[in-house]
């Protein structure tokens, strides 16, 4: 699985001009699945995003964790271009993309873990179109990625 995470002061996303998940300062992850992808990457990935360290301490160096600091939100909306292969050409390919079914499936397993978190957990709809703002604290970006289970 891919999270695409931003650390933010600010996210939301709307669905038809309404707020459906909005969180104050946390991590906007953004969630691709693949094909091949599997619950104990949903796991490995819920993981990584709950204790990576992108937010400053009292000397401004990130070491802190989304977990670490107070009232901390994870706003996790599924984007399954991420799963997309740009590798050649100027149109992006969806073969590595895991199959609608699939991918709704691991990133509803993927919110449900999350929810019970000591983190205000928030999500976007699957399948929806859905306008995401955001304001990136940094501006700060990673790519976490879980890797893909051998053949």
Not at 10 to 21: I, K, L, T
Not at 71 to 80: A, D, E, S
Not at 113 to 142: C, E, H, R, W, Y
């Amino acid at each position: 699985m891919i999270g695409l995470i931003q650390r933010v002061t600010h996210a939301e996303v709307r669905v038809d001009g309404e707020v459906v998940g909005a969180i104050e300062r946390g991590i906007l992850a953004l969630i691709g699945v693949r094909k091949g992808d599997d619950e104990a990457a949903a796991d490995r990935l819920l993981e990584r995003l709950l204790s990576y360290r992108i937010f400053p301490d009292a000397e401004g160096r990130m070491n802190l964790s989304v977990k670490e600091i107070p009232n901390g939100g994870l706003l996790l909306v599924p984007q399954f271009t991420l799963a997309a292969d740009t590798r050649k050409g100027t149109r992006a390919g969806f073969s590595t993309a895991a199959p609608p079914e699939l991918a709704r499936g691991l990133f509803d397993y993927l919110l449900a873990k999350a929810k019970p978190t000591q983190v205000l957990v928030s999500s976007g709809i699957f399948g929806a179109n859905m306008q995401v703002s955001l304001t990136n604290d940094g501006p700060v970006t990673f790519w976490l990625e879980t890797p893909l289970p051998a053949p």
